[in-house]
């Protein structure tokens, strides 16, 4: 990325798709173990449902300027099946997909801290639907914001509210600081999504 470039990170599961039609299968009633049933609840990620007015804060945020980011924490074996949503949806391109390493068993919270640590000093902004993320992703020291607060703003606010971020950039120094104690872990499913 160019040193002028400024990134917003927006979350997929919750935020941009929406796959509460499939949260059956992992509840209980479900045969074989907790692996196999989320293994069949991804096989239906290719088929989420839009969530409209956080594909239009995309659209926005792509407008203003800024370069989008999305990330899940999604398996990186869901890469190719999300990249396709994303494009079969209209979603603007984004420079990444950060996604779930293989292996990596961590709480969603610390998988979107490393995608924040992973974008750095070029994290404007990461949006997320989950109120004690945003929460925890603040008290690290991460800008972070929710799609409801975010989607109701108008061009010059939510512009103003972006461009917070790039003064001082609070998110990656505190990003930064702590990323001597936490390498980096995620997996970044490379080409245009």
């Given at each position: 990325?160019s040193?002028?470039?400024?990134?917003?990170?927006?979350?997929?599961?919750?935020g941009?798709?929406?796959?509460?039609?499939?949260?059956?299968?992992?509840?209980?009633?479900?045969?074989?173990?907790?692996?196999?049933?989320?293994?069949?609840?991804?096989?239906?990620?290719?088929?989420?449902?839009?969530?409209e007015?956080?594909?239009?804060?995309?659209?926005?945020?792509a407008?203003?300027?800024?370069?989008?980011?999305?990330?899940?924490?999604r398996?990186?074996?869901?890469?190719?099946?999300?990249?396709r949503?994303?494009?079969?949806?209209?979603?603007?391109?984004?420079?990444?997909?950060?996604?779930?390493?293989?292996?990596?068993?961590?709480?969603a919270?610390?998988?979107?801290?490393?995608?924040?640590?992973?974008?750095?000093?070029?994290?404007?902004?990461?949006?997320?639907?989950?109120?004690?993320?945003v929460d925890?992703?603040?008290?690290?020291?991460?800008?972070?914001?929710?799609?409801?607060?975010?989607?109701?703003?108008g061009?010059?606010?939510?512009?103003?509210t972006?461009?917070?971020?790039e003064?001082?950039s609070?998110?990656?120094?505190?990003?930064?600081?702590?990323?001597?104690?936490?390498?980096?872990?995620?997996a970044?499913?490379?080409?245009?999504?």
């Amino acid at each position: 990325m160019s040193g002028s470039e400024r990134v917003v990170i927006f979350d997929l599961d919750g935020g941009l798709a929406d796959l509460s039609a499939f949260a059956h299968l992992l509840t209980g009633g479900w045969e074989g173990s907790r692996r196999q049933a989320w293994q069949r609840f991804f096989e239906h990620v290719g088929q989420a449902a839009v969530i409209e007015p956080n594909r239009d804060l995309v659209e926005a945020v792509a407008g203003l300027g800024f370069v989008p980011v999305y990330s899940t924490t999604r398996p990186i074996s869901c890469a190719g099946q999300t990249r396709r949503w994303l494009g079969e949806n209209g979603f603007p391109p984004g420079r990444a997909l950060l996604c779930r390493a293989r292996g990596d068993h961590r709480a969603a919270v610390e998988v979107k801290t490393g995608h924040c640590r992973a974008v750095g000093r070029w994290l404007s902004v990461f949006v997320d639907d989950e109120s004690e993320t945003v929460d925890a992703l603040q008290s690290g020291g991460v800008r972070a914001h929710s799609f409801d607060v975010l989607s109701g703003m108008g061009v010059r606010d939510l512009r103003a509210t972006l461009a917070a971020g790039e003064r001082g950039s609070t998110a990656a120094k505190g990003v930064r600081r702590r990323s001597a104690v936490h390498r980096r872990r995620g997996a970044v499913a490379h080409g245009a999504v």
